[in-house]
Protein backbone atom coordinates (compact mmCIF):
# COMPACT_ATOMS: atom_id res chain seq x y z
CA UNK A 1 0.00 0.00 0.00
CA UNK A 2 1.55 3.29 -1.23
CA UNK A 3 0.97 6.29 1.07
CA UNK A 4 -0.84 9.28 -1.19
CA UNK A 5 -1.76 12.57 -0.16
CA UNK A 6 -4.56 13.93 -1.51
CA UNK A 7 -8.03 16.13 -0.90
CA UNK A 8 -10.94 15.47 -1.78
CA UNK A 9 -13.40 18.02 -3.62
CA UNK A 10 -17.42 18.53 -3.16
CA UNK A 11 -19.67 21.29 -5.35
CA UNK A 12 -22.63 22.39 -3.19
CA UNK A 13 -25.49 24.39 -4.14
CA UNK A 14 -27.89 26.02 -1.84
CA UNK A 15 -31.59 24.12 -2.75
CA UNK A 16 -33.05 27.83 -2.47
CA UNK A 17 -30.93 28.82 -5.85
CA UNK A 18 -32.16 26.39 -8.53
CA UNK A 19 -29.88 25.22 -10.91
CA UNK A 20 -29.32 26.40 -14.26
CA UNK A 21 -31.46 24.14 -15.73
CA UNK A 22 -34.51 25.30 -13.74
CA UNK A 23 -35.71 21.83 -12.89
CA UNK A 24 -37.37 21.95 -9.52
CA UNK A 25 -36.83 18.65 -8.32
CA UNK A 26 -32.73 19.52 -8.00
CA UNK A 27 -33.50 22.54 -5.61
CA UNK A 28 -34.34 20.05 -2.84
CA UNK A 29 -31.54 19.07 -0.63
CA UNK A 30 -31.80 14.82 0.06
CA UNK A 31 -29.33 15.42 2.55
CA UNK A 32 -26.59 13.02 -0.41
CA UNK A 33 -24.24 15.00 0.94
CA UNK A 34 -24.08 13.15 4.66
CA UNK A 35 -24.32 10.31 3.04
CA UNK A 36 -21.75 10.77 1.01
CA UNK A 37 -19.38 12.16 3.97
CA UNK A 38 -20.44 9.47 6.05
CA UNK A 39 -19.09 6.64 3.23
CA UNK A 40 -15.65 8.11 3.17
CA UNK A 41 -14.70 6.06 6.04
CA UNK A 42 -14.48 3.01 3.67
CA UNK A 43 -11.51 4.87 2.10
CA UNK A 44 -7.98 3.10 3.38
CA UNK A 45 -6.27 6.25 4.02
CA UNK A 46 -8.17 9.65 4.34
CA UNK A 47 -7.60 12.41 2.48
CA UNK A 48 -5.17 15.64 3.72
CA UNK A 49 -8.66 17.91 3.87
CA UNK A 50 -11.78 17.97 2.28
CA UNK A 51 -12.92 21.15 0.26
CA UNK A 52 -16.86 21.87 0.07
CA UNK A 53 -17.58 24.58 -2.60
CA UNK A 54 -20.90 25.86 -1.84
CA UNK A 55 -23.45 27.90 -3.92
CA UNK A 56 -25.18 30.15 -1.78
CA UNK A 57 -25.37 29.40 1.88
CA UNK A 58 -23.03 26.38 2.94
CA UNK A 59 -24.95 23.32 3.67
CA UNK A 60 -26.45 22.19 7.12
CA UNK A 61 -24.71 19.29 8.34
CA UNK A 62 -25.55 17.19 11.13
CA UNK A 63 -21.48 16.86 12.04
CA UNK A 64 -23.18 14.20 14.70
CA UNK A 65 -22.89 11.72 12.10
CA UNK A 66 -20.15 11.77 10.75
CA UNK A 67 -16.92 10.90 11.63
CA UNK A 68 -14.77 12.86 14.06
CA UNK A 69 -11.97 12.05 11.57
CA UNK A 70 -13.53 12.97 8.48
CA UNK A 71 -15.55 16.29 10.09
CA UNK A 72 -11.83 17.67 11.06
CA UNK A 73 -10.97 17.74 7.39
CA UNK A 74 -13.65 19.79 6.13
CA UNK A 75 -13.52 23.22 4.53
CA UNK A 76 -15.79 25.46 3.17
CA UNK A 77 -14.82 27.46 0.48
CA UNK A 78 -17.37 29.89 -1.39
CA UNK A 79 -17.70 29.73 -4.77
CA UNK A 80 -17.42 33.70 -5.74
CA UNK A 81 -13.61 33.07 -3.96
CA UNK A 82 -12.42 30.90 -6.65
CA UNK A 83 -13.86 32.51 -8.92
CA UNK A 84 -12.31 35.95 -7.67
CA UNK A 85 -8.39 33.83 -7.87
CA UNK A 86 -9.28 33.13 -11.51
CA UNK A 87 -10.26 36.86 -12.52
CA UNK A 88 -7.16 37.79 -10.53
CA UNK A 89 -4.93 35.45 -12.62
CA UNK A 90 -6.73 35.67 -16.00
CA UNK A 91 -8.95 38.63 -16.15
CA UNK A 92 -11.98 37.11 -16.83
CA UNK A 93 -15.10 37.32 -14.70
CA UNK A 94 -17.27 33.79 -13.85
CA UNK A 95 -21.11 33.24 -15.23
CA UNK A 96 -22.46 30.71 -13.34
CA UNK A 97 -25.73 29.23 -12.72
CA UNK A 98 -24.96 25.43 -12.48
CA UNK A 99 -21.45 23.91 -10.73
CA UNK A 100 -19.48 23.22 -13.81
CA UNK A 101 -17.64 26.93 -13.68
CA UNK A 102 -16.00 26.10 -10.59
CA UNK A 103 -13.82 23.21 -12.18
CA UNK A 104 -11.74 26.15 -13.40
CA UNK A 105 -10.60 27.24 -10.06
CA UNK A 106 -10.32 23.76 -8.21
CA UNK A 107 -6.17 24.58 -7.94
CA UNK A 108 -6.98 27.56 -5.91
CA UNK A 109 -8.07 25.42 -3.11
CA UNK A 110 -5.34 24.76 -1.19
CA UNK A 111 -4.20 27.94 -1.45
CA UNK A 112 -6.90 29.75 -0.11
CA UNK A 113 -6.57 27.58 2.54
CA UNK A 114 -3.17 26.80 3.35
CA UNK A 115 -1.26 29.90 1.21
CA UNK A 116 0.53 27.14 -1.36
CA UNK A 117 -0.54 23.98 -2.48
CA UNK A 118 -0.51 20.86 0.18
CA UNK A 119 -1.53 17.56 -1.70
CA UNK A 120 -0.25 16.72 -5.11
CA UNK A 121 -3.73 14.95 -5.45
CA UNK A 122 -7.58 15.29 -5.33
CA UNK A 123 -9.98 13.56 -5.71
CA UNK A 124 -13.09 14.89 -7.13
CA UNK A 125 -16.78 13.63 -5.63
CA UNK A 126 -20.30 14.62 -6.14
CA UNK A 127 -22.53 14.99 -3.08
CA UNK A 128 -24.67 11.87 -4.89
CA UNK A 129 -21.76 9.57 -5.23
CA UNK A 130 -21.52 6.81 -2.06
CA UNK A 131 -18.63 4.27 -1.35
CA UNK A 132 -20.06 0.82 -0.70
CA UNK A 133 -17.25 -1.63 -0.79
CA UNK A 134 -13.62 -0.63 0.75
CA UNK A 135 -11.64 1.27 -1.18
CA UNK A 136 -7.76 1.07 -1.64
CA UNK A 137 -6.82 4.73 -2.61
CA UNK A 138 -3.61 3.67 -4.08
CA UNK A 139 -5.25 0.74 -6.26
CA UNK A 140 -7.87 1.77 -7.56
CA UNK A 141 -7.60 5.44 -8.45
CA UNK A 142 -3.97 4.85 -9.79
CA UNK A 143 -2.40 2.37 -12.29
CA UNK A 144 1.10 1.94 -14.01
CA UNK A 145 4.10 4.24 -12.76
CA UNK A 146 1.74 5.91 -10.23
CA UNK A 147 -0.22 7.39 -13.08
CA UNK A 148 -4.42 8.83 -12.16
CA UNK A 149 -6.77 5.82 -13.18
CA UNK A 150 -9.81 6.86 -15.42
CA UNK A 151 -12.78 4.66 -16.92
CA UNK A 152 -12.87 4.37 -20.61
CA UNK A 153 -15.79 6.16 -20.87
CA UNK A 154 -15.70 9.79 -19.00
CA UNK A 155 -19.07 11.28 -19.98
CA UNK A 156 -21.62 10.00 -17.40
CA UNK A 157 -18.83 8.33 -16.06
CA UNK A 158 -20.51 8.82 -12.41
CA UNK A 159 -17.77 7.73 -9.90
CA UNK A 160 -14.89 9.85 -7.86
CA UNK A 161 -11.81 10.60 -10.24
CA UNK A 162 -8.53 11.50 -9.06
CA UNK A 163 -6.35 14.75 -10.21
CA UNK A 164 -2.44 15.88 -10.33
CA UNK A 165 -2.78 19.12 -8.96
CA UNK A 166 -0.25 20.40 -11.29
CA UNK A 167 -1.26 18.72 -14.16
CA UNK A 168 -4.52 20.26 -13.76
CA UNK A 169 -3.19 23.85 -13.45
CA UNK A 170 -1.07 23.61 -16.58
CA UNK A 171 -3.98 22.01 -18.63
CA UNK A 172 -6.25 25.22 -17.46
CA UNK A 173 -3.07 27.62 -17.89
CA UNK A 174 -2.61 26.34 -21.64
CA UNK A 175 -6.37 26.78 -22.54
CA UNK A 176 -6.79 29.31 -25.33
CA UNK A 177 -8.78 32.40 -23.97
CA UNK A 178 -11.59 31.54 -25.94
CA UNK A 179 -11.82 28.15 -24.36
CA UNK A 180 -11.36 29.80 -20.54
CA UNK A 181 -14.15 31.70 -22.17
CA UNK A 182 -16.47 29.08 -22.62
CA UNK A 183 -15.50 26.76 -19.24
CA UNK A 184 -15.92 29.69 -17.06
CA UNK A 185 -19.01 31.57 -18.59
CA UNK A 186 -21.45 28.60 -19.41
CA UNK A 187 -23.92 29.88 -17.46
CA UNK A 188 -26.79 27.91 -17.91
CA UNK A 189 -25.18 25.20 -20.16
CA UNK A 190 -23.51 22.21 -18.38
CA UNK A 191 -19.87 22.45 -19.97
CA UNK A 192 -17.98 19.52 -18.33
CA UNK A 193 -14.11 20.27 -18.16
CA UNK A 194 -13.32 16.98 -17.14
CA UNK A 195 -14.24 15.58 -20.69
CA UNK A 196 -11.71 17.78 -22.38
CA UNK A 197 -8.96 17.23 -19.53
CA UNK A 198 -8.95 13.47 -19.00
CA UNK A 199 -8.54 13.12 -22.80
CA UNK A 200 -5.54 15.05 -22.99
CA UNK A 201 -4.12 13.63 -20.02
CA UNK A 202 -4.29 10.14 -21.57
CA UNK A 203 -3.09 11.33 -24.93
CA UNK A 204 -0.15 12.69 -23.19
CA UNK A 205 0.12 9.76 -21.19
CA UNK A 206 -0.59 11.26 -17.65
CA UNK A 207 -2.80 8.87 -17.14
CA UNK A 208 -4.26 5.62 -17.66
CA UNK A 209 -7.20 3.74 -18.83
CA UNK A 210 -8.79 0.81 -16.15
CA UNK A 211 -12.58 -0.57 -15.46
CA UNK A 212 -14.06 0.76 -12.08
CA UNK A 213 -17.01 -1.35 -9.77
CA UNK A 214 -19.39 1.28 -9.98
CA UNK A 215 -22.97 1.57 -10.84
CA UNK A 216 -25.59 4.32 -11.38
CA UNK A 217 -29.46 5.28 -11.40
CA UNK A 218 -30.64 8.11 -13.27
CA UNK A 219 -33.74 8.68 -13.99
CA UNK A 220 -36.39 6.20 -12.68
CA UNK A 221 -39.96 7.56 -13.40
CA UNK A 222 -42.10 8.13 -10.27
CA UNK A 223 -45.01 6.54 -7.51
CA UNK A 224 -44.76 2.87 -7.29
CA UNK A 225 -42.07 2.40 -10.65
CA UNK A 226 -39.55 4.56 -8.90
CA UNK A 227 -40.35 2.57 -5.56
CA UNK A 228 -39.70 -0.53 -7.37
CA UNK A 229 -36.89 0.76 -9.31
CA UNK A 230 -34.84 1.21 -6.67
CA UNK A 231 -35.80 -1.75 -4.48
CA UNK A 232 -34.13 -3.40 -7.53
CA UNK A 233 -31.31 -1.21 -7.60
CA UNK A 234 -30.26 -1.48 -4.35
CA UNK A 235 -30.50 -5.01 -3.99
CA UNK A 236 -28.25 -5.49 -6.84
CA UNK A 237 -25.70 -3.03 -5.84
CA UNK A 238 -25.80 -5.43 -2.62
CA UNK A 239 -25.58 -8.55 -4.45
CA UNK A 240 -22.86 -7.58 -6.71
CA UNK A 241 -20.78 -5.56 -4.68
CA UNK A 242 -20.19 -2.37 -6.36
CA UNK A 243 -17.64 0.03 -4.86
CA UNK A 244 -19.30 2.95 -5.79
CA UNK A 245 -23.26 3.74 -6.45
CA UNK A 246 -24.59 7.06 -7.66
CA UNK A 247 -28.02 7.80 -7.19
CA UNK A 248 -29.13 11.11 -9.21
CA UNK A 249 -31.65 13.33 -7.55
CA UNK A 250 -34.34 12.53 -9.38
CA UNK A 251 -36.71 11.78 -6.53
CA UNK A 252 -40.44 11.75 -6.18
CA UNK A 253 -42.28 14.85 -6.60
CA UNK A 254 -45.10 13.12 -4.55
CA UNK A 255 -44.02 13.67 -0.76
CA UNK A 256 -45.57 10.11 0.24
CA UNK A 257 -43.62 8.29 -2.53
CA UNK A 258 -40.42 10.56 -1.78
CA UNK A 259 -40.78 9.58 2.07
CA UNK A 260 -41.04 5.86 0.97
CA UNK A 261 -38.04 6.25 -1.29
CA UNK A 262 -35.84 8.11 1.13
CA UNK A 263 -36.66 5.25 3.62
CA UNK A 264 -35.72 2.57 1.27
CA UNK A 265 -32.39 4.88 0.64
CA UNK A 266 -31.57 4.94 4.10
CA UNK A 267 -32.18 1.46 5.40
CA UNK A 268 -29.75 0.28 2.06
CA UNK A 269 -27.29 2.99 3.04
CA UNK A 270 -26.61 1.64 6.84
CA UNK A 271 -27.09 -1.47 5.54
CA UNK A 272 -29.84 -2.78 7.03
CA UNK A 273 -31.79 -5.85 5.61
CA UNK A 274 -29.61 -6.72 2.34
CA UNK A 275 -31.28 -9.68 1.90
CA UNK A 276 -34.59 -8.51 2.82
CA UNK A 277 -34.44 -5.61 0.10
CA UNK A 278 -33.52 -8.01 -2.64
CA UNK A 279 -37.06 -10.31 -1.12
CA UNK A 280 -39.22 -7.29 -0.48
CA UNK A 281 -38.01 -6.31 -4.37
CA UNK A 282 -39.11 -9.64 -5.95
CA UNK A 283 -42.13 -9.93 -4.59
CA UNK A 284 -43.49 -6.47 -5.11
CA UNK A 285 -42.17 -7.36 -9.11
CA UNK A 286 -44.06 -10.37 -8.87
CA UNK A 287 -47.21 -9.15 -7.67
CA UNK A 288 -47.19 -6.04 -10.16
CA UNK A 289 -47.02 -8.81 -13.09
CA UNK A 290 -49.06 -11.01 -11.50
CA UNK A 291 -51.62 -8.15 -10.85
CA UNK A 292 -51.40 -7.07 -14.33
CA UNK A 293 -51.69 -10.58 -16.54
CA UNK A 294 -54.81 -11.20 -14.00
CA UNK A 295 -56.25 -7.22 -14.78
CA UNK A 296 -55.31 -7.88 -18.64
CA UNK A 297 -57.57 -11.38 -18.45
CA UNK A 298 -60.29 -9.71 -16.39
CA UNK A 299 -60.38 -7.19 -19.71
CA UNK A 300 -59.64 -9.81 -22.16
CA UNK A 301 -62.52 -12.00 -20.92
CA UNK A 302 -65.15 -9.41 -20.46
CA UNK A 303 -64.62 -8.02 -24.62
CA UNK A 304 -65.26 -12.16 -25.37
CA UNK A 305 -68.11 -12.55 -23.19
CA UNK A 306 -69.80 -8.85 -25.36
CA UNK A 307 -68.51 -10.34 -28.16
CA UNK A 308 -70.06 -13.52 -28.17
CA UNK A 309 -73.76 -11.90 -26.53
Known amino acids: MNKIEYDIIYRYCDPSILSGDGKEIRSRN ?16 LPSDIFIIHKGSPPNIDFDSISPKIYSKITFIEESKLFNSFYNEYGIMAKSRNSEPCKMGFQYLSKLKWGFQKSPYFLSVD ?3 IIRQNVIVSDVFFGEK ?3 AYPKKIKGCHCPLMFKYSDYTEFIHNLSNNKKLKYIQSDRKRIDLFQEYIPTMLKNRRGIVKPFNKSFIGHRYSGIFQFLILYLYFAWVNLTKKQFACINDNWDTNDFWYNKEMDVYKKWFYKKHTIIIFIKAALIFTCI ?5 LFLL ?4 GIYHLYKA
Open 30 to 45: NNELIFSLISLKLLDQ
Open 127 to 129: DDY
Open 146 to 148: GLP
Open 289 to 293: VVTTI
Open 298 to 301: FIFK
